[in-house]
């Protein structure tokens, strides 16, 4: 089976949060559009990522509102950036192990898209079905293919 790029899988962004605006702002868009990751712009510059998870963290650890707290206060700022051209193998491989829940797709300065734990599975359910047999997977070792 070809390997396939994971702009085939990627999510399209539609939706970015400002690094200024409050987490209560930020946790409305996710609820609001069903995700759970957004990119982070400042003047119109991707400069971090928002988790859900980086919310809930916040909120536990934290006694200030999430109306007071900024979305640049909580996000992620080192970004795993991906090219839209690289395998999904690539991309879920080095996901896996660095245990991170999305990467974001960007060509140059211009944001693509996101290719989350969710899409890896869209594309392991993709091909699995392709190949239901396994036929030429390499065996796992440990519980993970190395």
């Known amino acids: 089976m070809q390997a396939q790029s994971i702009d085939r899988f990627m999510t399209s962004v539609l939706v970015v949060v400002d690094a200024r605006a409050s987490l209560e702002e930020a946790a409305r868009l996710m609820r609001g559009h069903e995700i759970r990751h957004l990119p982070v712009l400042h003047g ?19 006694d200030a509102r999430a109306s007071e707290i900024r979305v640049e206060e909580a996000m992620t700022s080192e970004l795993f950036l991906v090219d839209p051209e690289e395998s999904v193998y690539s991309v879920a491989s080095r996901m896996a192990a660095r ?8 060509r140059g300065a211009q944001l693509l898209g996101l290719f989350t734990a969710t899409d890896a599975l869209r594309a392991l359910a993709v091909y699995a079905h392709a190949n239901p047999r396994g036929v030429g997977l390499p065996e796992a070792e440990g519980g993970a293919w190395t």
């Open 44 to 62: 119109g510059e991707l400069v971090g990522i928002l988790s859900q998870r980086d919310i809930y963290l916040v909120e536990t650890l934290s």
């Open 99 to 106: 245990r991170i829940g999305s990467a974001v797709v960007a």
